[in-house]
């Protein structure tokens, strides 16, 4: 069954996104990009930029599902904080248009993409690259969302093989 499935990769600065469609073992890029919003800006104000380009993402492509990076937890307090609005936004717009919304960890997204939950931002760009022949993505953040993507329809695969009595040897 195809699924299309929208990853994002929340961040108050940049939020990036990335669009592909699943069907089996296949997967196939369809768009990504960055949100960005301006530091000069408040942070009521860059929230609301955030959801509104959610927003007209999730009505121009209609994902079928939705995956959010979870946030981790860095030394610096405000920044970790300012990153879990932008997670709210990235978790509630979906949430708003029916979307089935997932979660999952960097180590998560870093083993289903790459083979191993240490990998390098710069290992997960050259699997996302490789998985989505064709993409050309222009940055990070896009590669990212892309990667949550993939996480998860490997996850909805799984998932799928578990219910129907597959069990992997």
């Known amino acids: 069954m195809l699924a299309r499935l929208l990853g ?3 961040g108050l600065r940049f939020t990036g996104w990335g669009l592909v469609e699943s069907e089996g073992n296949r997967l196939r890029h369809v768009a990504d990009g960055v949100i960005a919003t301006d530091s ?6 860059r929230l609301r930029v955030l ?3 959610l927003a007209a993402l999730l009505a121009q492509w209609r994902p ?3 995956a959010v990076e979870e946030t981790y937890v860095n030394r610096n307090g405000t920044a970790t904080l300012k990153l879990g609005y932008a997670r709210g936004i990235a978790l509630l717009a979906p949430a708003l248009a029916g979307i089935p919304v997932a979660e999952y960890g960097a ?8 083979g191993t939950g240490g990998a390098s931002k710069e290992q997960v760009q050259m699997m996302v690259r ?7 993505i222009r940055r990070a953040d896009a590669a990212d969302a892309l990667a949550v993507a993939i996480c998860h329809a490997h996850n909805r695969a799984s998932e799928r093989r ?3 009595g597959v069990r992997m040897a």
């Open 8 to 10: 994002i990769d929340p």
């Open 40 to 45: 000069a800006a408040s942070v009521p104000e």
């Open 51 to 53: 959801h509104d380009a």
């Open 64 to 66: 079928d599902e939705a």
């Open 107 to 114: 180590k998560s997204v870093k083993l289903a993409v790459v």
């Open 130 to 136: 490789r998985l989505l022949p064709g993409a050309a």
């Open 162 to 164: 578990w219910a129907a």
